[in-house]
């Protein structure tokens, strides 16, 4: 992550319609209250590195943090455990983020007291406690309190992780990929139960995923990460129907059928009602070529060597945002104003 040039602007958590700015390698990314924000890309593509570094899991290497529109020493200091409280991560996988040894009850209790949300009394804590995981459906509350990691599905793993997530009373959630490693068929209930989350808490969710898909089903705002920059960005719908940028029409051409995640769904709980474990196999997305190491990137257009499109041009010069219609955007030559109009020996000579 050293090659990251990071900079950071976080500001606004406390007001509701204000937008959160993110600055990665030169593109921002707008957090919203009450909005889903996706950030697709490959692995490697620098997507879980963003989500590391807004959770201060990782240290940023020069930046600024702003809490408020207040700076924020980070690391230390109030400013900087109140941005730690608001914004809370979620990981891929439920059973390595949660301590075999413990029940629900210690990882939930601990939780709570960490962010001073365990109340006074014994009575105060069971019903934060009820409370957290009735947010997550967990219900009756008390048949999963005194259960261990292991006497969970993943699914239900995954909600007590979400409740955990929850007992800080977090404004922001970051979701590095949290139902890529759950069975297809309980990947749509935990989606669901993050967008009712978003809706009655007003959260900012990023949602980090390789399923450009299922950022169409679940996000409201997606943002396409190649080689750890911003390539396209806006709503979910356009971006997922009318891509712009060359990499993000790769994507979609190679992604399963974007209602696929609903008819998996339906398909796997109609084979079995019951809910045991159903496997459906996964097609693998196929992409053209590999992403390239972010050691050493490919000069100009990161996406020259794969691009069907590429120019001259886009060997030697990074190519800047343009605005298209409907705040979408592309950082891509051929949306310059002169790009029709540039004659093969131009090209050449570039
Ligand atoms: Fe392709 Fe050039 Fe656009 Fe990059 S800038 S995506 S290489 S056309
Ligand atoms: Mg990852």
Same mark, same amino acid.
């Given at each position: ?131 957290? #995981? ?17 006497? #969970? ?49 007003? #959260? ?18 997606? #943002? ?127």
């Amino acid at each position: 992550s050293k090659h990251f040039a990071v900079r950071r602007t976080l500001r606004n958590f406390a007001d509701r319609n204000r937008p959160v700015v993110h600055a990665v390698d030169d593109v921002s990314l707008k957090l919203r209250r009450g909005s889903v924000t996706a950030v697709v890309g490959e692995s490697g593509s620098g997507k879980s590195t963003i989500a590391r570094l807004l959770a201060q899991l990782y240290p940023t290497t020069s930046g600024q943090l702003l809490l408020h529109g207040k700076p924020t020493k980070v690391g230390q200091g109030r400013a900087f455990r109140a941005y730690c409280r608001q914004v809370q991560l979620i990981f891929q996988d439920p059973f390595g983020s949660l301590n075999p040894t413990h029940t629900v009850r210690y990882h939930l209790t601990r939780a709570l007291r960490i962010h001073n949300r365990a109340g006074r009394t014994a009575k105060d804590l069971e019903q934060a406690l009820a409370q957290l #995981l009735e947010r997550v459906h967990l219900t009756p509350p008390e048949r999963y309190l005194d259960s261990f990691p292991h006497e #969970l599905s993943g699914g239900q793993r995954q909600r007590v992780a979400i409740a955990r997530a929850m007992a800080a009373d977090p404004s922001v959630l970051l979701a590095d990929e949290p139902v890529s490693m759950l069975d297809v068929s309980i990947r749509l209930g935990i989606l669901n139960l993050l967008r009712d989350l978003k809706e009655r808490l007003n #959260l900012a969710i990023l949602y980090i995923t390789h399923d450009i898909a299922s950022a169409r089903y679940f996000a409201d705002e997606t #943002l396409v990460m190649y080689a750890g920059r911003m390539v396209e960005g806006g709503d979910s719908e356009t971006v997922t129907q009318r891509p712009a940028h060359p990499y993000t029409q790769l994507l979609t051409s190679s992604a399963p059928d974007p209602d696929r995640i609903v008819a998996d769904h339906q398909a796997a709980t109609t084979v079995d009602p019951a809910g045991g474990e159903v496997v459906v196999e996964e097609e693998e997305s196929e992409t053209a070529g590999e992403p390239p190491s972010l050691i050493s990137p490919p000069s100009g257009c990161r996406f020259h060597p794969r691009c069907p499109k590429a120019m001259e041009r886009c060997r030697t010069q990074v190519p800047p945002r343009f605005d298209l219609a409907d705040g979408q955007w592309a950082a891509c030559w051929l949306y310059a104003e002169d790009a029709p109009a540039r004659s093969a020996p131009q090209e050449a000579s570039a």
